[in-house]
């Protein structure tokens, strides 16, 4: 799940800075290992009507031995340095254990400052976080509070 997460983190930012294709693009990948498991992706990527893109993903995946993961996740961006992204996902175990989760947030880069905030949701625990200037405070679901602070980079 951690990496699903990552990965819309990436694409989020990607397309937050203006990283991404300057025309409509789609990618389909499957892939089956030699003993069975599978994975399989849909990437949707578009231009939208406010100078920014449109990106749009689903996959998932199965095991050999049971159990599978399924997600899906959309980024939008404005052309100007800000952006909404969000997914769902969920993981079965081989032996029936799940884990849902969910992700939302936005982000606006303007004058070399990222600001943004982000709410995670794993089996009906929410953690939110907001950041900006160097510092990122993280909410637990007990509403517990910490501030983590970038140290000054030397120049």
Known sequence: MKTMQFKASLVAVLLILGSAPAFAEQQTRTRVGPRGASAGSVTNVNPNASGGYTGTG??????????????QGQVQTNGQGSGTYGGTGSATGPRGNNVDAT?????????GQYSGSNTTT??????NTTSGN???TVTGPQGNSRTLTRPNQPR
């Open 122 to 127: 794993v089996n009906g625990n929410t953690v």
């Open 58 to 71: 689903t996959g998932g995946a199965s095991g050999i031995r049971g159990g599978g993961v399924a997600g």
């Open 103 to 111: 992700t939302s947030g936005s982000g606006t880069y303007q004058d």
């Open 134 to 136: 160097g510092s990122a």
